[in-house]
T-cell receptor
Framework: ETGVTQTPRHLVMGMTNKKSLKCEQHLGHNAMYWYKQSAKKPLELMFVYNFKEQTENNSVPSRFSPECPNSSHLFLHLHTLQPEDSALYLC???????????FGPGTRLLVL | SQQGEEDPQALSIQEGENATMNCSYKTSINNLQWYRQNSGRGLVHLILIRSNEREKHSGRLRVTLDTSKKSSSLLITASRAADTASYFCATDPPDQGGKLIFGQGTELSVKP
């Protein structure tokens, strides 16, 4: 256990659905991240939050909408996704921006 | 080619043998990190080596860093079947605010 939890672990959704992924860290970290991991591709950083403020948006389509209500929780709201958005979505946290990142187990997303 | 490329892409060895994985990168870095990922799971941080360090050990892991060649290697000694996983290097370039750049990984298979 890394101290970072993600729910749900698996999600199947249609292209017209709206769903949310949740990440929670119990490490007292200040920075939280969303990554996308597609088959045969390197991890892609999507969003970064530092002290609840979004500090990076890596040209992510607007159908992905992050929310960070406090330093311990991070959400990724999904709507009108495409089949190519099917991937493993990983959340991570770190004490500071240049510190070791600790990853959650991921949410395996399938968009039909 | 992209920052943080692992070599080989896949490696299959017998239990007890040593496994060596290499990572090459293109820009200067603050540090380089190695992560491990079991199939479909989150990443587990293994070791961080800073740009002014040349070698680091952690249990059966040995990491080297050669900044002149922009390369790093991860050595796992006396491998076990439980070491079977994908291994990723991630670089932290100084002008990226702590953003990690991951490679595509090396898939290690350790046969009992």
């Amino acid at each position: 256990e890394t101290g970072v939890t993600q729910t749900p672990r698996h999600l199947v959704m249609g292209m017209t659905n709206k769903k949310s992924l949740k990440c929670e860290q119990h490490l007292g970290h200040n920075a939280m991240y969303w990554y996308k991991q597609s088959a045969k591709k390197p991890l892609e950083l999507m969003f970064v939050y530092n002290f609840k403020e979004q500090t990076e948006n890596n040209s992510v389509p607007s159908r992905f909408s992050p929310e960070c209500p406090n330093s311990s929780h991070l959400f990724l709201h999904l709507h009108t996704l495409q089949p190519e958005d099917s991937a493993l979505y990983l959340c991570a946290s770190s004490k500071g921006r240049q510190e070791t990142q600790y990853f959650g187990p991921g949410t395996r997303l399938l968009v039909l | 080619s992209q920052q943080g490329e692992e070599d080989p892409q896949a490696l299959s060895i017998q239990e007890g043998e040593n496994a060596t994985m290499n990572c090459s990168y293109k820009t200067s870095i603050n540090n380089l990190q190695w992560y491990r990922q079991n199939s479909g799971r989150g990443l587990v941080h293994l070791i961080l080596i800073r740009s002014n360090e040349r070698e680091k050990h952690s249990g059966r892991l040995r990491v080297t860093l050669d900044t002149s060649k922009k390369s790093s290697s991860l050595l796992i000694t006396a491998s076990r079947a439980a070491d079977t996983a994908s291994y990723f290097c991630a670089t932290d370039p100084p002008d990226q605010g702590g953003k990690l750049i991951f490679g595509q990984g090396t898939e290690l298979s350790v046969k009992p």
